[in-house]
């Protein structure tokens, strides 16, 4: 069993930034890929970004490229989401998921999730 906690949200003004992060425990998550995902307020979950096992492959949707970037550190079985240049439809609550597929995680189907943490925007 993997269990994630993600923490760093918080309220924040348009064009800041904020750094969530994804703690694991159970097991190291040196073998899965992990995804971030958001949802607003009655709205559907939206895929935001994943990163393979080694942090060598990355996938940002299109609505956070050059916006958002996703990292991880295997050795403090962590995963990152670094949010810059925020704007006010990026409130969301922001989970993170974990499998050993890159593409069950991709789509929403991963087998481990956390309970997320609020992300704010004001304008």
């Known amino acids: 069993q993997v269990q994630l906690v993600e923490s760093g949200g918080g309220l924040v003004q348009a064009g800041g930034s904020l750094r969530l992060s994804c703690a694991a425990s159970g097991r190291f998550l040196d073998s899965y890929t992990m995804g971030w995902f958001r949802q607003a307020p009655g709205k559907e979950r939206e895929f935001v970004a994943l990163?393979?096992?080694?942090?060598?492959?990355?996938y940002h949707t299109d609505s956070v490229k050059g916006r958002f970037t996703i990292s991880r550190d295997n050795a403090k079985n962590t995963v990152y989401l670094q949010m810059n240049s925020l704007k006010p439809e990026d409130t969301a609550v922001y989970s993170c998921?974990?499998?050993?597929?890159?593409?069950?995680?991709?789509?929403?189907?991963?087998?481990?999730w956390g309970p997320g943490t609020q992300v704010t925007v004001s304008s």
């Open positions: 990163i393979n096992w080694s942090g060598g492959s990355l």
């Open positions: 998921a974990a499998d050993y597929s890159r593409n069950y995680v991709q789509a929403g189907k991963g087998a481990y």
